[in-house]
């Protein structure tokens, strides 16, 4: 039986590749043909339209903010395969319409009067997405999460609806970036840094820049966060003060790419509890650890791992730690008796 979520997901991957295909294409020359293909494909889905304008800003991003050729004989057009015969029609250059209009910021803040709000991106049980955003942030999104973007001439907001992402945000200081996360707030001009969302509040990470992260019930009761810093918002009063608890903590750089490595595939441990670990191992897997018993959870382990292979870390503890390993079920994998 398929996944609605997976088969959504590679939906939304689908589009974002012909998108991108398309801006290639452009940006080389298409013939009349090729022009009312692409508005037949623009029309034919509400998410195409967006889909092409994230994957132009992206791309001019990339490129520097010059996709084409400084005139069309500088590099061959691309022509449709079935209709090579036939002249092809040349874009106007980017590197012109950079000249008539102030700039790549121009450009993008074009862009963005036309980006629909409320943009949304989810992952299924294992998949880990990296999504570029119209502005010039990057996304990354782990796990069984989901974020939705709206990104306005004014503000940047992203709401994570649950689970965990990473944020790249491009610099600009005119226009905020705020994630919300429940009722917890993050707050950022140009930095990187990720948020993950509990039921209890969030725990945030930076890994460059600054942010200023509080609870929407106490917005008076804020924290500024450096790299290499990282805290937990709860939305839980305290018995103190009945104020949101903010709990900084400065942590080494390994600690924080350890906290991150998620972003590569990775589970990263440097003397966690198994019970941490096999809390994030199921975290991605259909296949789950089973702790026999608690003394088990409390040793203490090391090891880089992939996050679609818990069978190799089962493997690696039993032969560690001489722990009994056994596999009950196909989904099932029991550490310790």
């Known amino acids: 039986m398929n996944d609605p979520g997976s088969n959504k997901s590679r939906a939304a991957n689908e589009i974002e590749a012909v998108a991108t295909s398309w801006v290639m294409r452009r940006d080389h020359g298409v013939n009349s043909e090729g ?38 004989t500088d590099a061959p057009p691309i022509a449709d395969d079935d209709k090579n015969d036939e002249k092809i029609v040349p874009r106007l250059s980017r590197r012109s319409m950079l000249a008539e209009a102030a700039g790549a910021a121009a450009i993008l803040a074009l862009v963005m009067a036309f980006w629909p709000s409320g943009d949304r991106y989810e992952t299924a049980l294992g998949e880990i997405r990296r999504v570029p955003l119209a502005d010039g942030s990057v996304a990354a999104i ?10 306005r001439e004014e503000s940047r907001s992203v709401n994570l609806k649950k689970g965990e992402a990473f944020f790249q945000v491009a610099h600009d200081p005119v226009r905020p ?21 509990y039921a209890e509040g969030s725990e945030i990470v930076v890994s460059e820049g600054a942010v200023e992260a509080w609870s929407k019930n106490a917005a008076g009761n804020r924290i500024r966060l450096k790299a290499g810093e990282r805290t937990f918002v709860s939305v839980l009063p305290t018995k103190a003060d009945t104020k949101p608890a903010l709990a900084e903590t400065a942590a ?32 991605y897997n259909d296949r789950k ?4 018993n608690k003394a088990v959870g409390q040793e203490r382990f090391y ?21 009994g390993v056994t596999y009950p079920t196909a989904k099932a994998i029991r550490i310790g008796e």
């Open 35 to 72: 022009e009312q293909a692409f508005a037949q494909w623009l029309a034919a889905d509400t998410r195409h339209r967006g889909a092409y304008l994230q994957a132009e800003a992206a791309f001019m991003l990339a490129a520097g903010g010059d996709l084409a050729p400084s005139s069309a």
């Open 142 to 151: 782990n796990t069984e999460s989901a974020i939705t973007v709206d990104l």
């Open 177 to 197: 970036f705020t994630v919300a996360a429940g009722e917890v707030r993050v707050r950022a001009v140009g930095t990187a840094f990720g948020v993950r969302r």
């Open 252 to 283: 080494a750089v390994p600690a924080i790419d350890r906290a991150l490595a998620w972003r590569e595939g990775k589970i990263e441990l440097a003397g966690e509890s198994l019970a941490y670990a096999v809390a994030q191992f199921n975290r």
């Open 289 to 292: 650890i089973v702790l026999g």
């Open 303 to 323: 090891g880089i791992f992939r996050t679609d292979d818990p069978e190799g870390f089962a493997q690696a503890v039993q032969s560690s730690l001489g722990v």
